[in-house]
């Protein structure tokens, strides 16, 4: 491995240091996106607890991971370093009881049978101001 | 901008047999989902698949085309 791309030297060892690591845009509390969101209220609902990078303070995070992951779109679940998927794959093994198993973890009883809808993501509702009135 | 028929088009002309549905998530031109039913997705992983449908794209994931939900099948 060259280490003459520190970015992308970082994103390795997280990906390696973290067992379930997931790369997001915005925070798990305040995504910012809504494939983002979707994926951590599927985590959430599993109750598993997980390392998750914002990808957003610097576009090359996401160029160089996507470099590693030959992956294009965010977000971007790993498990014991492999990339599980992103939304879309991350959800339909929800369902399936997949994700459970791939995290290790017995779902709780109260986790949703279909995958959970996310809240809006968290940018701030845009404000429109009414002069008609 | 894509319409929801280039996807469509990219996809079945790239993939040998494809099938592939795609609608426009926003009506925006730059969301989409497509679910895309070829044979050679037999004994591919969900990943290998969902990778060999980007790959029809390259760099337009991320470009003009923002998102691309997939769902995909070998039959």
Redesign the interface.
């Known amino acids: 491995m060259s280490t003459t791309n520190p970015i992308r030297d970082e994103i390795s060892k997280a990906i390696s240091e973290h067992e379930v690591i997931l790369f997001m845009k915005g925070r798990p509390e305040q995504p910012m996106c809504g494939?983002s969101a979707r994926t951590v209220a599927a985590l959430d609902a599993l109750g598993t607890s997980y390392a998750a990078v914002d990808v957003l303070p610097d576009p090359r995070i996401?160029q160089e991971l996507s470099a590693i992951s030959?992956?294009?779109?965010i977000p971007q679940l790993f498990v014991n370093g492999q990339?599980?998927?992103?939304?879309?794959?991350v959800t339909?093994m929800y369902e399936s009881g997949e994700l459970a198993q791939t995290l290790g973890i017995v779902p709780p009883s109260e986790a949703p049978e279909d995958a959970p809808v996310a809240s809006e993501p968290g940018a701030p509702p845009l404000q429109i101001k009414n002069n008609l009135a | 901008m894509p319409s929801t028929d280039d996807l469509k088009q990219r996809i079945e002309a790239a993939i040998p047999g494809a099938n592939a549905q795609v609608i426009d998530l926003t009506g925006g031109g730059d969301h989409f989902r497509a679910e895309v039913v070829a044979p050679e997705f037999a004994g591919m992983s969900?990943?290998e698949q969902?990778?060999r449908v980007?790959a029809v794209f390259g760099t337009d994931?991320?470009g003009p085309i923002h998102?691309?939900?997939?769902?995909t099948k070998a039959e």
């Open positions: 494939f996401r030959n992956w294009p779109t990339l599980v998927g992103g939304c879309d794959i339909e | 969900r990943i969902h990778r980007y994931i991320g998102a691309l939900s997939l769902v």
